[in-house]
């Protein structure tokens, strides 16, 4: 975004542990989804707003008041969803994506939703095994997936926000290959220059220990069901980063060489 010449402002927790990662020129404001007017707070002279919902720790409750406050401003929203939605595999009542959509659908905002299938940053989750022992020990290895390098999701985002044309759109945002988990662990040996391996977990072993690090049950049960489903029918693709941005989409290769070091 600040590429493109927009100011740029972040709304940040107070402690988050982020906020190095944030470049320079982007004016901070620290506020919560979960109040509001501490949202409202960062919003005046704002046209354009990328929302991203942080469902594992904030339920949906307060998201209409938020949209009430973005509405009062801006003009634009481009809202981070899921290829779930796009599937039709996530209802709108367990569901943040699929819910925040419906609330935006009939707003008189310029929206345009962002579909994005599993980001390339999941494997960052392998890194301890990794480190250790070499061994990635996680269920539904020969899922396929399409991964988007959240650099590109944030480029179609910017366009969203900053060109006419993409109003109304519900882009399906994914990666240029079609990998599987056990393929991704692979070409990050092959950037470590390490041979790694890959052994399948019980499906009821992969849930308690998601449940045990935070995942609420109904959550996990649909990551693990759609991962299953990932080994026989692939997760689909397109070619929405090229379209919108007029470049490639970034690999999983090169998304593994930009982040060599948390491997290591």
């Known amino acids: ?12 927790l107070k402690d988050d542990p982020n906020l190095h990662r944030l470049p320079d020129g982007v004016e901070l404001h620290y506020g919560d ?3 509001p007017n501490s949202v409202a707070a960062a919003l005046p002279g ?9 469902f594992f720790t904030l339920d949906t409750r307060t998201a209409p008041a938020v949209l009430e406050r973005i509405a009062a401003h801006a ?34 905002l310029e929206w345009t939703f962002l579909r994005t299938t599993g980001f390339m940053a999941n494997a960052l989750g392998f890194a301890p095994q990794i480190r250790t022992s070499g061994t990635v020990h996680f269920p539904y290895g020969a899922a396929v997936r399409t991964s988007v390098d959240e650099s590109d999701l944030a480029a179609v985002g910017v366009r969203a926000l900053t060109e006419d044309g993409h ?14 988990q056990q393929e991704q662990v692979r070409i990050i040996g092959e950037v470590l220059g390490r041979e790694l391996a890959w052994e ?5 072993a992969a849930r308690k220990a998601m449940i045990d690090t935070g995942w609420p049950p109904s959550y996990a049960d649909g990551a693990l069901d759609y991962f299953a489903t990932l080994c026989t029918t ?9 379209d919108v941005t007029g470049r490639p989409a970034r690999t999983f290769r090169e998304w593994a060489v930009d982040h060599a070091d948390a491997f290591r």
Request: proline share 7%; charged share 15%.
């Open 167 to 180: 109003a109304g759109q519900k882009y399906l945002v994914a990666g240029p290959e079609a990998l599987s």
């Open 200 to 204: 399948d977990i019980h499906h009821d």
């Open 75 to 108: 003009e634009r929203v481009a809202v981070v969803s899921s290829v779930g939605v796009h599937l039709g595999i996530e209802p709108v009542d367990n569901n943040c994506h699929a819910y925040l959509e419906g609330l935006l659908e009939p707003s008189e």
């Open 33 to 35: 989804l979960a109040d």
């Open 46 to 54: 704002v046209d354009g707003v990328f929302w991203m919902w942080p």
């Open 1 to 12: 975004m600040l590429a493109a010449g927009a100011n740029v402002r972040a709304l940040v």
């Open 234 to 242: 692939p997760e689909p693709g397109s070619t929405v980063i090229a």
